[in-house]
């Protein structure tokens, strides 16, 4: 058997949206073949084109739900997988405030009607795409990866409960092998600016929010709340390179590839920037003004958050390497060269 055929196969499941496209790409790099399972809801397939024309290696996607049973069953048998990494999800923090329904449908539900189809399967490896945001408000900060459980929304509850459905899977059967990776906030673009990340509507998230600020597809930035008690009173979050968060992956696979047993990281900086700050740092990345209008807090926001990520080094011996000049120099390029997204492909 040659060498490319020899190689593990993994299945990504929403791996056409931000994080799941840049892992698919490391992950190809580093030589795994992949399969893309995603429902194209928040993501575009245009994503994938690029990643296989970034990495010369086909990034095939089959579109459709990981509650879809019969077609993962199918793509399990036909494919080989022999480990997932979990994306697919829905992830904005006020819209599970409002839709608390169908953040518990689409990402606890899925995530259970996936992980039967796993076990019938025999594929009992899996890097499942978790959040700090189960953390809720922090007692403490930087925040250890023992810290207490307490989501303060809903998104942050379907991802503790996915935590906890996942231990209990481990601890029913040893044969598992499960990384739980709780990031931050990424941010940035691969330094091609050929992927990045392509929100519909008003982008939910900070970066994004702002590079359309500069490219001039919105007129101001909303900074939702300037009260907290933080140095300049908007909210502080550890950010993270989307390149760096991706290799994180690819350091996690490696390990449950390799061994049984569940294990839980932070993927972060270790640091936090202010809102205001990353509004000006980009400005310096972009040389254009981002004009800013304070609002109301939102509902589930916290004041700061940001990780100790120690653990990651030690496990996984990945730390992160870009720092806020690289992250705001790649989303400026990626946005400048994409200002409509993948709806202006080229």
């Not at 996690?252 to 000006?280: D, K």
Request: hydrophobic share 40%.
């Amino acid at each position: 058997m040659d060498e490319a055929h020899s190689a593990p196969k993994v299945l990504v499941t929403g791996g056409a949206g931000y994080i799941g496209s840049h892992t698919v790409l490391e992950l190809l790099g580093a030589g795994y073949r992949v399969m893309v399972l995603d429902n194209l809801s928040n993501s575009n397939a245009e994503s994938l084109r690029r990643v296989a024309e970034l990495s010369g290696k086909p990034a095939p996607l089959v579109v459709g739900d990981i509650r879809d049973q019969s077609l993962v069953r199918d793509l399990l048998a036909r494919e080989q997988i022999q480990a997932v990494l979990h994306f697919a999800g829905l992830k904005a923090v006020g819209e599970s405030v409002e839709q608390p329904l169908s953040y518990y449908d689409n990402n606890v539900g899925g995530t259970t009607a996936l992980l039967e189809c796993l076990a019938e399967a025999g594929v009992r490896a899996m890097v499942f795409s978790s959040s700090a945001t189960v953390y809720g408000d922090p007692r403490h900060v930087p925040i250890p990866v023992d810290a207490p459980i307490a989501p303060a929304n809903p998104y942050g509850q379907t991802k503790a409960m996915i935590e906890q459905i996942l231990a209990d899977l481990v601890h029913s059967d040893p044969r598992w092998a499960v990384a739980i990776l709780r990031y931050f906030n990424p941010v940035g673009a691969h330094p091609s600016g050929r992927i990045g990340e392509d929100p519909r509507g008003i982008p939910n998230n900070l970066m994004p929010y702002v590079s359309q600020v500069a490219v001039g597809r919105l007129a101001e930035l909303a900074v939702f709340g300037g009260d907290y008690p933080t140095l300049d009173g908007t909210g502080v979050r550890d950010y993270i390179h989307v390149v760096d968060l991706a290799r994180g992956h690819v350091a996690a696979l490696a390990r449950v590839l390799a061994r049984p047993g569940a294990f839980t990281v932070n993927l972060g900086t270790g640091r936090g920037y202010s809102v205001l700050e990353i509004t000006r740092a980009f400005e310096g990345a972009s040389g254009r003004q981002v004009p800013y209008r304070i609002v109301g807090r939102r509902p589930g926001d916290i004041a700061q958050c940001y990780a100790d990520a120690s653990l990651a080094l030690q496990l996984l011996d990945w730390q992160a390497e870009l720092g806020l000049e690289a992250m705001c120099a790649d989303t400026w390029r990626w946005q400048s060269d994409n200002p409509q997204g993948y709806r202006e492909t080229s």
